[in-house]
Protein backbone atom coordinates (compact mmCIF):
# COMPACT_ATOMS: atom_id res chain seq x y z
CA UNK A 1 0.00 0.00 0.00
CA UNK A 2 1.46 3.30 -0.78
CA UNK A 3 1.49 5.51 1.90
CA UNK A 4 2.73 8.73 2.95
CA UNK A 5 3.51 9.80 6.16
CA UNK A 6 4.29 13.99 7.39
CA UNK A 7 5.97 14.34 10.81
CA UNK A 8 8.04 17.74 12.36
CA UNK A 9 5.27 20.52 12.65
CA UNK A 10 4.77 22.35 15.89
CA UNK A 11 4.73 25.33 17.38
CA UNK A 12 7.14 28.17 16.57
CA UNK A 13 8.21 31.73 17.11
CA UNK A 14 8.60 33.90 14.37
CA UNK A 15 12.30 33.76 12.90
CA UNK A 16 12.50 30.06 13.74
CA UNK A 17 12.90 27.24 12.11
CA UNK A 18 10.98 23.84 11.62
CA UNK A 19 12.15 20.47 9.39
CA UNK A 20 8.90 18.71 8.41
CA UNK A 21 9.60 14.96 7.32
CA UNK A 22 7.23 12.72 4.56
CA UNK A 23 8.38 9.21 4.48
CA UNK A 24 6.93 7.01 1.85
CA UNK A 25 6.40 3.25 2.15
CA UNK A 26 5.12 1.18 -0.27
CA UNK A 27 7.04 2.16 -3.19
CA UNK A 28 10.76 3.66 -3.69
CA UNK A 29 10.50 7.08 -3.32
CA UNK A 30 13.80 7.56 -5.92
CA UNK A 31 11.90 7.34 -9.20
CA UNK A 32 8.86 9.99 -8.02
CA UNK A 33 8.41 13.76 -7.29
CA UNK A 34 7.60 15.14 -4.23
CA UNK A 35 5.17 17.91 -3.67
CA UNK A 36 4.76 20.17 -0.28
CA UNK A 37 1.68 21.77 -0.13
CA UNK A 38 -0.09 23.84 2.64
CA UNK A 39 -3.84 24.71 3.72
CA UNK A 40 -4.10 27.62 5.89
CA UNK A 41 -7.45 28.16 7.81
CA UNK A 42 -10.45 29.31 5.57
CA UNK A 43 -7.53 29.29 2.58
CA UNK A 44 -7.27 27.24 -0.63
CA UNK A 45 -4.33 24.53 -0.42
CA UNK A 46 -1.14 25.82 -2.39
CA UNK A 47 1.49 24.66 -3.63
CA UNK A 48 5.02 25.40 -1.68
CA UNK A 49 7.30 23.20 -3.06
CA UNK A 50 8.25 20.04 -5.13
CA UNK A 51 11.08 17.96 -5.19
CA UNK A 52 12.63 15.50 -7.91
CA UNK A 53 13.68 12.72 -5.68
CA UNK A 54 16.29 11.26 -8.52
CA UNK A 55 18.18 14.50 -9.24
CA UNK A 56 17.13 16.45 -6.00
CA UNK A 57 15.46 19.31 -8.94
CA UNK A 58 13.59 21.21 -6.46
CA UNK A 59 11.14 23.75 -7.22
CA UNK A 60 9.77 27.06 -4.83
CA UNK A 61 6.71 29.15 -4.43
CA UNK A 62 7.82 32.73 -4.34
CA UNK A 63 6.48 32.68 -0.79
CA UNK A 64 9.07 30.28 0.68
CA UNK A 65 12.04 30.73 -2.14
CA UNK A 66 15.39 31.49 -0.47
CA UNK A 67 13.70 29.91 3.16
CA UNK A 68 12.86 26.50 2.37
CA UNK A 69 15.05 23.90 1.54
CA UNK A 70 14.25 20.33 0.18
CA UNK A 71 16.43 17.33 0.87
CA UNK A 72 16.34 13.90 0.72
CA UNK A 73 17.41 10.37 2.59
CA UNK A 74 17.79 7.76 0.52
CA UNK A 75 18.22 5.60 2.98
CA UNK A 76 15.03 6.14 4.89
CA UNK A 77 12.78 6.67 2.02
CA UNK A 78 11.99 10.42 3.21
CA UNK A 79 12.34 13.62 1.81
CA UNK A 80 12.25 16.86 4.31
CA UNK A 81 10.81 20.53 3.61
CA UNK A 82 14.11 22.69 5.98
CA UNK A 83 11.76 25.76 7.11
CA UNK A 84 13.88 28.66 7.76
CA UNK A 85 12.75 31.95 9.11
CA UNK A 86 9.36 31.35 9.85
CA UNK A 87 6.80 33.62 9.67
CA UNK A 88 3.11 34.34 11.27
CA UNK A 89 1.37 33.44 7.55
CA UNK A 90 3.64 30.02 7.05
CA UNK A 91 0.53 28.95 9.52
CA UNK A 92 -0.85 26.14 8.09
CA UNK A 93 -1.04 22.50 7.45
CA UNK A 94 1.38 21.16 5.64
CA UNK A 95 0.91 18.20 3.34
CA UNK A 96 3.45 16.27 1.27
CA UNK A 97 2.02 14.11 -2.15
CA UNK A 98 3.07 12.16 -4.54
CA UNK A 99 1.67 10.47 -7.97
CA UNK A 100 3.13 7.44 -10.30
CA UNK A 101 2.96 9.93 -13.53
CA UNK A 102 5.39 12.51 -11.83
CA UNK A 103 8.62 11.33 -12.00
CA UNK A 104 10.13 14.69 -12.14
CA UNK A 105 8.54 18.11 -10.91
CA UNK A 106 7.33 19.73 -14.32
CA UNK A 107 4.89 22.63 -15.43
CA UNK A 108 1.89 22.14 -12.59
CA UNK A 109 3.75 21.21 -10.06
CA UNK A 110 2.07 23.75 -7.48
CA UNK A 111 -1.43 22.44 -8.54
CA UNK A 112 -3.04 19.84 -5.85
CA UNK A 113 -5.03 18.09 -8.47
CA UNK A 114 -1.53 17.08 -10.05
CA UNK A 115 -0.91 14.91 -7.43
CA UNK A 116 -2.93 11.45 -6.33
CA UNK A 117 -1.48 9.92 -3.36
CA UNK A 118 -1.33 12.49 0.25
CA UNK A 119 -0.24 12.40 3.33
CA UNK A 120 -2.62 13.37 6.72
CA UNK A 121 -0.62 16.23 6.81
CA UNK A 122 1.38 18.14 9.98
CA UNK A 123 0.27 21.59 11.49
CA UNK A 124 2.53 24.25 11.71
CA UNK A 125 2.16 26.88 14.15
CA UNK A 126 4.26 30.84 13.95
CA UNK A 127 3.66 32.71 16.75
CA UNK A 128 5.00 34.24 19.79
Known amino acids: QVQLVESGGGLVQPGGSLRLSCAAS????????IGWFRQAPGKEREGVSC????????RYADSVKGRFTGSRDNAKNTVYLQMNSLKPEDTAVYYC?????????????????????WGQGTLVTVSS
Open 97 to 117: ATDPNWLRCGTGWSRPRSFSV
Open 26 to 33: GFNLDYYA
Open 51 to 58: FSVSDGDT
